[in-house]
């Protein structure tokens, strides 16, 4: 009853409706939620003994699955201001929750278990790439538009790829690339959540724009109601970041990260600007390559490129402080949005 009186409202007031409550919701319930997971993970989060020692006396004991939070406001908001009934909206929370479940398990394990691996990687990728399969393969049936299989140039409307069948599992790369991307980049009090409320305040413009016929972004039918759902998800991350920043009392944990990396990415393949996503997200992009190159580099030479992976470990080694590495890392993704923003003009 509710969510159809709220239907009715303006797409802006829902826009601003879904970012309050989210917000509210998360810091009302998130000293209840860490006092409950205080209670029930009595030694923390397990801190890997490979990375920064400091990190093994600073952030010992804080609990994980912080993502809890921000699911569960972001959810709620957007199943009484958005129209779940659109595809773009429920795919969303399907994302959401199935890759929330699968961070949620892993962080599970792995509290349980005192151990920073506890899903195989081989088990995490299998259920990533079949959900964002699943996902792509909706967005694009139900997409009413010609470019539903297009891959779009930034700053160049008129220049559109089609990729036909190749753009389904282009597509799946695109959403479980950036969900472990996103995980790659939660390693410091407030980073992730901070660069995640950068990106998703971006892409909800842009998603607000798609959905008008004749704007400078193409059109994409009913995409406007994805604004809604960027909107939840940056109130609820808002909300996070204050139980989240530096001394962190909670950490978001995979069951966080790995699905607000997955539905990040599916917004780019809704309103189809998965280079954009590049980008704008260039902070994930570096973090996710830091990782590839100290790999790869290491099983060529047996030597380290970085001091250490992923780049942000990488800066500690160097001597910067947390926060100075966190705002740094912000204020970069700052001005990759920046860049991002000049597809208007």
Known sequence: MFALLYESWPLLYRIVAAFGLALIVSLLFGSPLISFLHKHQQKG???????????????????????????????????????????????????????????????????????????????????????????ASIITAATTTNINTGLTIPYFKDVVLNLGWLYVPFAVVVISGTSNAVNLSDGLDGLASGLLIISFSFFGVVAYFCGIDGSVIHYIPRCGEVAVVCAAIVGSCLGFLYFNKPKARVFMGDTGSLALGALLGAVAVMTKQEVLLAIVGGVFVAETLSVMIQVAYFKKTGKRFFKMAPIHHHFEQLGWSEKKVVLRFWGTALAFTALGCLVFI
């Open 45 to 135: 989060q397990p801190i890997r003994t490979d990375g920064p020692q400091s990190h093994l006396q600073t952030k010992k004991g804080t609990p994980t699955m912080g993502g809890i939070l921000i699911l569960g406001s972001s959810i709620l908001a957007i199943a009484l201001f958005a129209k779940v009934s659109y595809h773009f909206v429920w795919v969303s929370i399907l994302v959401l929750i199935v890759y929330g479940i699968t961070g949620f398990v892993d962080d599970y394990w792995k509290v349980k278990r005192q151990s920073s691996n506890a899903m195989t990687a081989r088990t995490k990728l299998f259920l990533q790439f079949l959900t964002a399969l699943l996902a």
